[in-house]
């Protein structure tokens, strides 16, 4: 009975160490404790409850634990040490770039060490320190926030003790009341204001102006294509313009329109020095041109004198110009010849007698005839 009693009580041990061991196993594996490591060094001015043991992620993963944080030898030296062991597998992946910090494990506030990969291509010897951020915890991040709301606090203020300021007050009200005045002249007045917003009139004025601009920018943007057109065309060649512009030019034309301009030249400086008509017409002059020029110009006068005349109906020219009568009496006239069968007999009669008529004899030289 004692036996077996004792017998029971050892099973229950050894199922104990049993279990205790698989759980040691188990959370040894998740944690990598059983993988070769190498170490790392980092330094922290605070780590904010960072203990031995506590995991180092990268990217989300477990790639090793904390095995030592403390202080220095030196009891002035303020920097905390702290060793990580980094699995061997994963010590590849840590970068010369590479940066630790600390951070919060879930909501219980556990802390651990964030590793980040790098982007150096060179990778980090095991032994070498990692560089380390600034941590922030909750406290800290707090602070900031409580210093940046004091600080916007603080503008509110002054910008509400502006606005409390009884001149911008009054100067507000003033300028709603002007604003209010303008705005009651343009919905009664008579202004232009007023037209453009109430009158159909205006408005359509408007549009036909807008259309004009459009018209006109279509206009413009048409004349533009061809310029450039006809730019590219000079630039391109060939032609004269092109030949002129930017070659050797076309000699033989610019020689004749040389010689052209310098026959112009001659003969200007020939009216110019001479005391022709031409000169006298132009310059003025003495002797017959001038008396030729004096008689065109009574000439004209008259001419001249004598329109004015038969405008106003003086003479018969101007009276069967200006008289409607005349004008009927010689159509009457004209009519009654062309139906009077008399009359055009008798213009016949007279056509043929001028025909008929002997053509006059020589007066006889009397001197001639007495010899």
């Known amino acids: 009975m004692r036996r077996s009693r004792e017998l029971k009580v050892g099973i229950f041990v050894l199922a104990g160490l049993f279990f205790a061991a698989l759980v040691i196993f188990l959370i040894g594996d998740e944690r990598r404790l059983f ?10 001015a605070d780590v ?18 904390v095995s030592k944080v403390g202080y220095g030898t030196d009891a002035r030296d303020a920097t905390i040490y702290v060793t990580l062991k980094i ?36 990778g980090l010897p095991p032994g070498s320190e990692i560089q380390a951020e600034v941590p922030k915890d909750m406290l800290g991040a707090v602070g900031e926030l409580a210093v940046k709301a004091e600080s916007a606090l603080g503008n509110i203020e002054r910008a509400s003790a502006s606005l409390a300021d009884e001149r911008l007050h009054d100067d507000l009200r003033a300028a709603v009341a002007s604003m209010n005045r303008v705005l009651g002249h343009v919905a009664q007045g008579e202004g232009y204001a007023n037209r453009l917003l109430a009158s159909p009139d205006e408005a359509e004025r408007i549009s036909r102006a807008v259309t004009s601009l459009e018209r006109a920018g279509t206009e413009l943007s048409l004349t533009l294509r061809d310029v450039r ?11 004269f313009a092109h030949d002129m512009i930017y070659g050797a030019g076309p000699q ?31 310059f003025g002059g003495k002797g017959d041109s001038a008396e030729a020029l004096s008689n065109v110009t009574a000439i004209t006068a008259d001419l001249r004198s004598i329109t004015r005349d038969v405008r106003a109906g003086k003479g018969t020219l ?54």
Do not use: C, W
């Not at 009496?329 to 069968?341: H, I, P, T």
């Open 35 to 44: 993988n070769p490591s190498v170490e790392f060094h980092s330094q922290f």
């Open 87 to 122: 699995v061997e597998s994963e010590a590849g992946r840590i970068r010369k770039d590479s940066t630790v910090k600390i951070a919060t494990k879930g909501l219980l506030g556990d802390k651990m060490i964030e590793l980040s990969k790098g982007e150096s291509a060179e």
């Open 229 to 239: 057109a006809v730019v590219a065309r000079v630039q391109s060649g060939p032609g």
């Open 318 to 371: 101007g009276a069967l110009l200006v008289d409607p009568s005349i004008y009927e009496d010689l159509k009457v006239l004209l009519g009654n010849v062309q139906r009077n069968d008399v009359l055009r007999a008798l213009v016949r009669y007279s056509i043929k007698q001028d025909e008929k008529a002997p053509e006059p004899k020589p007066a006889v030289d009397a001197s001639a005839t007495k010899e």
């Open 252 to 282: 033989k034309e610019i020689q004749q329109f040389g010689r052209a301009a310098e026959e112009v030249g001659l003969t200007l400086r020939g009216i110019r020095e001479s005391d022709s008509f031409a000169h006298d017409v132009l």
């Open 48 to 65: 904010q409850g960072l203990k031995a043991g506590a995991p180092v992620r990268m990217g989300g993963i477990d790639v090793g634990h």
